[in-house]
Structure formats: structure tokens, C-alpha cells
């Protein structure tokens, strides 16, 4: 049987009562938010904290919104409604081609977009969309917000930017007229994490593309991007060609490891295939196909 | 901590550990042992119930965290002596075998059903793919679960 160890549990109230409550706790509190990463993690003895501060009654941390030129996704938005939003749909396809093969639909109802976030595991797919479409997270402590770009969030496995005091309170994506995106992922069953995973918004225009965008997950890409590949494709045509080149170079940019998923040379393999689909199909949607 | 969960339209208060997981809290304090607890890593989907109406994994949700909101379990299915259409369903089509995952499997089922009354037997996969069963090899789960979208609760259903 696996239970946590015992701790204390606490409802914020608001996301200043969230802020206050963990800088009082310090290092020992935890936000829990759909808690898919954190209980299971709390049952193995890998988190262990004191006490649970719930953000779950925080509405202020809902829903999903057009703010000017940008997505704004709160960050206890689901799974579920991620994969359901027609205003996502509408401007990038990518969140539901992601959103369709992360877990399973029970565990999508309770797993939170922030949570995604902030667990930073190396394998999540929402962190290659986030760093495919070159989103943004808002984070929020007791003095104030700061904005900090997705491709710079990760310090590392399980490591982000938010710091002791501080919660994720929003993620931003830009919205691009005429861009068009997919991801593509090879799991070894239904709801596993992937053994790689590739997204890419690309906009074509006067027969070049001009904006390009490519995330990689649990492969070792740095920051979950490929940022040389996308270099390389502006100003050139969609080609068959120049998107298999540029597929190349991200797959060359990725260091994955050898582990039950699959040995390396197949997941370099699998990047540099997958990342030469997602181009395919988001260079295809971008010119209307 | 004391928390209150209005199980099956019923209120059940009980002074819990903020780490008692909610299958615990349904199955030990509540006594309703028809939620089946399973691989404990939200997993395999036998410990699925309602909370405030949508499927969710027991085995990874405190009790603390269902204070004041509403849970169904399979025992709620049931209204007046009559079986949901979805619990009629797996019995007509043989839906089960060692019935572990039944429970789950016809909470997800009614809640697909209540959304989509006339799933494609993909839509039913998809829907049922966060939860394992090892006996039927599924085809008659979808089954049932299409039996019960063909035989609505308006229907004479025989219990």
C-alpha cells in the first residue's frame, strides 16, 4: 500500500493567501495543484513535504483567454480543457494533437497545465509545445510578477525558475495569424510519458518560411528547443528537402538517454524523424493544405 | 481534520488524516467497498469515481481535497432499485469477467454517455483508455457501453 507521510493540508483562499502561506511554511510546503505528479511523488518518498497548500478554489488561476496578441492560459487549467478549448483549436493545432496523447482522459481531468509546468519533468510533451510555440510563464511572489520566456524556464531536470514564495500563475502564448503547427509522438502504449516527442508552429509566406518554432521532449534537447534548425529554415522554402535538413540538425542537437524506453541512436532516430513529420504538417497547414 | 463528502447525494463526515487518500476514505470510512483499489499509481483506473460529476482517480486524490464536493461511486449508479442502463449493459453484453475493473469502467462509461449519448466505439476506446482491464480484452466492454447508449434510462430496463 502506498500512502504519503503524513502531512498537514491547507485551502489558499487567493493567490496572495497561497504566496502568504508559503512564505511562511518555507521549503517544507508545497502548492498542490491536480496533484498527479505530487501524490504519486509524496507516495514513493520523493517529495516530502510538511504541509499541502490546495490552490484548487482559486478561480483567479482559471480559464482560458485572448489578452492582445496572446493565449493566456491560467495555470489550473487541465488537461481536459486544454484538449477541449476551441479558442486553442482555432489559432494552433498543436495543443490538441499534444493534449490527445498526454496520459490518459481520467488523469487529464485532474492534471493541471501549471502543474505540468513546474513538475519540469524531462519527458513532459506540454514542455516541447511550450517550447515549440515560445510561450511564457508568468510567476508571482509577495513583491510583485515577472514574465519568463518557456525557453528559459528549465534549470534543469525538475528545476525551474520559481523559486521558494513564488507561484506559476500563468502561461502565454503568441498568437501567429497564419501559422500552422502539429506534434507528433511515439509512446509505448496509450498514456505512457513518450519515448520522443517533436512540435512545430511554422509560417510560410511568399513561398518561404518566415517564422518557425521546434520542441523536442525527452530527448535531451536543451530548454525542450532546436533552435539551430530553426535557423536554418528561415528564408528558405517548406521543401522536402530543407525540412529533412533542419530535422537533421535538431535531432543532432538532442543528447538523449539509453534507458527501458528505447537505446539512444533510435531516439536521435525518432527526433529527427518526428520533428521532419510535425514540419511537414505544420508547413502543409500553414499554406492552407 | 474533519471533512464532510456527499457520497451518493449522502453526507459523511469523519475526523481523517489530511494524507488519507480518497479510495481509503470511500472504502474504510465510508464503508463502500464496491470503488476497487488498485495499482496505487493512478495507473490502471480501477479506483475511478465521480467527483462533482467528471471521472477521477482515487488512488491520486487526498479525501482532504474532495471536502464539501460531491463523489458517485458505483453504488450510486443504481436509483430506486432499478440499474443504470450502464450497469445492465455489462451484464447483458458479458462485460466482465473477475469484475475488478467494472466499477471504474462503468463510471467512466455513464459519464462518456452523459456528454456523448451515441459514441463510435473508438470514442468509447479513447474514453476507457486510462483503465485496464485484463480478462475481456475490451470488446465487450465496448460492447456494454454501447448497449447502454441504444437502451436509455427511458427505456423499460429490467433490474
New interface residues.
Given amino acids: 500500500?502506498?500512502?504519503?507521510?503524513?502531512?498537514?493540508?491547507v485551502r489558499a483562499t487567493s493567490v496572495a493567501n497561497a504566496i502568504a502561506l508559503l512564505n511562511e511554511h518555507g521549503e517544507d510546503a508545497r502548492l498542490?495543484a491536480g496533484?498527479?505528479s505530487l501524490?504519486?511523488m509524496?507516495?514513493l518518498r520523493l517529495a516530502r513535504p510538511d504541509i499541502?497548500i490546495?490552490i484548487?478554489d482559486l478561480d483567479e488561476l482559471r480559464g482560458i483567454r485572448v489578452e492582445g496578441d496572446e493565449l493566456v492560459l491560467g495555470a489550473m487549467v487541465t488537461h481536459a480543457e486544454v484538449l477541449s478549448s476551441p479558442i486553442l483549436a482555432e489559432h494552433y493545432a498543436i495543443f490538441r494533437e499534444a493534449e490527445k496523447v498526454i496520459?490518459?482522459?481520467?488523469?487529464r481531468?485532474?492534471g493541471t497545465v501549471g502543474g505540468s509546468m513546474c513538475q519540469a519533468d524531462p519527458s513532459e510533451d506540454l514542455s516541447a509545445v511550450g517550447a515549440a510555440l515560445k510561450g511564457s510563464v508568468v510567476i508571482q511572489n509577495a513583491t510583485g510578477t515577472r514574465t519568463v520566456p518557456l525557453r528559459e524556464f528549465h534549470e534543469g531536470p525538475y528545476e525551474t525558475k520559481v523559486a521558494d514564495g513564488e507561484i506559476l500563475t500563468e502561461v502565454r502564448f503568441p498568437i501567429r495569424p497564419r501559422a500552422g503547427s502539429a506534434y507528433e509522438k511515439v509512446e509505448r502504449r496509450?498514456?505512457d510519458w513518450p519515448v520522443c516527442s517533436a512540435g512545430a508552429y511554422v509560417v510560410v509566406s511568399g513561398g518561404v518560411v518566415t517564422d518557425v518554432g521546434i520542441g523536442l521532449t525527452a530527448v535531451g534537447a536543451e530548454h525542450f528547443c532546436a533552435p539551430e534548425a530553426e535557423a536554418f529554415l528561415i528564408g528558405k522554402a517548406p521543401s522536402e528537402e530543407n525540412l529533412a535538413a533542419a530535422a537533421q540538425l535538431a535531432a543532432d542537437s538532442c543528447s538523449p538517454n539509453a534507458d527501458q524506453r528505447g537505446p539512444a541512436d533510435y531516439k536521435q532516430h525518432l527526433a529527427m524523424e518526428l520533428t521532419l513529420r510535425a514540419l511537414r504538417r505544420a508547413a502543409a497547414s500553414s499554406q492552407g493544405a | 481534520?474533519e471533512i464532510t463528502i456527499t457520497i451518493n447525494g449522502e453526507q459523511v463526515t469523519r475526523d481523517v488524516?489530511?494524507?488519507?487518500?480518497l479510495v481509503?476514505f470511500i472504502r474504510e470510512d465510508a464503508g463502500l467497498r464496491g470503488t476497487h483499489w488498485g495499482c496505487?499509481?493512478?495507473?490502471c483506473?480501477t479506483c475511478?469515481i465521480w467527483v462533482d460529476e467528471?471521472?477521477?482517480?482515487s488512488c491520486?486524490?487526498?479525501a482532504?481535497?474532495a471536502d464539501g464536493h460531491s463523489v458517485t461511486t458505483v453504488e450510486g449508479l443504481e436509483k430506486g432499485g432499478v440499474l443504470d442502463p450502464i450497469q445492465q449493459g455489462f451484464i447483458e453484453c458479458h462485460g466482465l469477467q473477475c469484475g475488478f475493473c467494472t466499477a471504474g469502467m462503468m463510471l467512466?462509461g455513464r459519464a462518456l454517455l452523459d456528454e456523448n449519448p451515441h459514441p463510435s466505439d473508438d470514442e468509447i476506446r479513447?474514453?476507457i483508455?486510462?483503465?485496464i482491464c485484463r480478462c475481456t480484452g475490451y470488446k465487450n466492454i465496448v460492447k456494454a457501453i454501447q448497449w447502454a447508449a441504444d437502451n436509455p434510462a427511458t427505456s423499460e430496463v429490467t433490474a
Fill in positions: 500500500m502506498q500512502t504519503p507521510a503524513a502531512v498537514d493540508y498542490l496533484g498527479h501524490l504519486p509524496m507516495k499541502l490546495d484548487n496520459a490518459d482522459p481520467i488523469v481531468n485532474k496509450v498514456g | 481534520m488524516e489530511p494524507r488519507t487518500l481509503h496505487d499509481t493512478s495507473n483506473g475511478t467528471k471521472p477521477v482517480k491520486t486524490m487526498l482532504a481535497q467512466t479513447e474514453a483508455s486510462g483503465q
